[in-house]
């Protein structure tokens, strides 16, 4: 998402980027599920720059981030522009895919799941609590809940084969302020639709950003921001 957090920071939007509890560069422990702790943790990062006077135009979220800020603006009621870049919808689905055949059964029997790469170097491990909460996650009734003055864009790749392209369709469905974007060609990392997605992203975000300083006076743009980490959000 770098492409993206260039292409606005280039408008004059400060774009911050940051790892959840676990990935990347911050501390805590991966969890295979923690949907809700996730937007939390987006809670944090809100309410951080909020006390530091910044204009919060838009919260934008790839993969399992695209369900963070949709579960975040079914919550909290105080963004007006959410960005969902190839979220899952139906979280049930996928997980085979990961952790194998009979993989509740295996789990109630020995407490958890260890997932191994290709070459049988160990990723990461999934437990009971952490499968039981993705499992737990009411992504529809979560949709219902988004208010109707927040307006969301769903972006997906109609060559993804982490997350199928119907999933993007049932987020159109359910959200009531929505519009969706399908990406022709593209995978689920926009490996060769970088600037298209950037573009795609760029142009809902400052339509939807002029149409609200018309109907109540200029706002600020957001001040730059410097402090960028590799992310998913």
């Known amino acids: 998402m770098v492409n993206l957090a260039a292409a606005l920071e280039r408008e004059g939007m400060g774009a911050f980027r940051f790892d959840f509890a676990g990935n990347g560069e911050s501390e805590g422990s991966f969890q295979y599920g923690n949907y809700r702790r996730e937007a939390h943790d987006l809670r944090a990062v809100i309410q951080h720059f909020h006390r530091e006077k910044y204009v919060i135009i838009a919260i934008i979220g790839h993969s399992k981030g695209g369900n963070a800020v949709l579960l975040y603006a079914s919550m909290f009621n105080d963004v007006s522009m959410v960005v969902n870049i190839s979220g899952r919808y139906n979280l049930e ?14 789990i109630k029997q020995n407490g958890f799941i260890d997932v191994r790469n290709k070459r049988g170097k160990f990723e990461y491990r999934v437990t009971e609590e952490s499968l039981m909460d993705r499992l737990s996650t009411d992504t529809h009734a979560a949709c219902l809940l988004i208010q109707q003055d927040c307006r969301v864009l769903t972006v997906h790749g109609s060559m993804d084969k982490i997350v199928p392209v119907e999933d993007a369709m049932e ?49 600020p743009l957001c001040p730059g921001i410097d402090r960028v980490v590799h992310s998913r959000l």
Request: hydrophobic share 35%; charged share 25%; proline share 2%.
């Open 93 to 106: 689905r996928g997980i085979e895919g990961r952790l194998g055949k009979d993989f509740l059964q295996r």
């Open 171 to 219: 987020f159109a469905k359910f959200i009531p302020n929505h519009k969706l974007q399908i990406i022709q060609g593209a995978d689920h990392e926009y490996t060769s639709h970088q600037d298209e997605l950037a573009s795609v992203v760029l142009n809902f975000i400052l339509a939807q950003y002029h149409q609200d300083r018309d109907m109540r006076g200029k706002l």
